[in-house]
């Protein structure tokens, strides 16, 4: 089936750094991708949904200026938490969809931690 | 607003017990129902999925059923395997007239001991 790789696994970093999180699929061409975030024991939370060459549209109360999703490509997506901040410490997700076909397929995840 | 509630994990069995995974949405219009599964290491899968009243959703042994006038989406398995120790997401997709966007649960991590 199809794969999407997502990187880093886990990051670590410090208060103030901007870290970016990729989406890749690997055998089809994602015209769309999605990015979720997840609370310790909450749902996961769509934050954005990108197309590619086009800008992200962004969920409510979710700041496009703070996570800047970048989808340039047909296999290529990244998220960047520009000046992460412990409450930005969260586990994040990506997905990607071929065309129209309703079939999603998930990244394994990212969980970031901000000292 | 459309949300999902799951049961709370972790679910702790032995082999060959009996699941049950509890799942209740709030939804307006006719959503389709999912269930995604998380093996570690791994992204989200779709396990199986209903997109209207009375479908039985049905793969590698586990089955769960539109059930409209509860608002449930249970997830059943008869024998439960430590291959399926995995956490387990229950999503709802509104329709496309209202963005088809996935609305998940907080996902129930099922461990099964041999």
């Known amino acids: 089936g199809a794969v999407v790789s997502q990187h880093p696994s886990r990051v670590i970093c410090k208060s103030g750094t901007s870290v970016k999180i990729e989406c890749r699929s690997l055998d089809f061409q994602a015209t769309t991708m999605f990015w979720y975030r997840q609370f310790p024991k909450q749902s996961l939370m769509l934050m954005a949904t990108?197309?590619?060459?086009?800008?992200?549209?962004?969920e409510q109360g979710v700041e496009k200026d703070k996570f800047l999703i970048n989808h340039a490509s047909l296999t290529l997506s990244t998220l960047t938490v520009t000046s992460a901040h412990p409450e930005d410490s969260s586990f994040y997700i990506c997905?990607?969809?071929?065309?129209?076909?309703?079939?999603?397929?998930f990244g394994s995840g990212t969980q970031l931690s901000v000292l | 607003g459309n949300s999902v509630t799951q049961m709370e994990g972790p679910v702790t069995l032995s082999e060959e017990a009996f699941l049950t995974i509890n799942c209740t949405y709030t939804?307006?219009?006719?959503?389709?129902l999912f269930w995604y599964v998380q093996y570690p290491g791994e992204g989200l899968q779709l396990l199986l999925k209903?997109?209207?009243?009375?479908d039985k959703g049905s793969n590698k042994g586990f089955e769960a059923t539109y059930r409209k006038e509860t608002t449930s989406f249970h997830l059943e398995k008869g024998s439960v395997q430590v291959s399926d120790s995995a956490v387990y997401f229950c999503?709802?997709?509104?329709?496309?007239?209202?963005?088809?966007?996935?609305?998940f649960g907080q996902g129930t991590e099922l461990s099964v001991k041999p």
């Open positions: 999503a709802l997709r509104r329709s496309y007239n209202q963005g088809g966007k996935l609305i």
């Open positions: 997905s990607a969809r071929q065309g129209l076909n309703e079939k999603l397929f």
């Open positions: 990108s197309n590619e060459g086009s800008k992200a549209t962004y």
């Open positions: 939804a307006t219009g006719y959503p389709s």
């Open positions: 209903a997109t209207k009243a009375d």
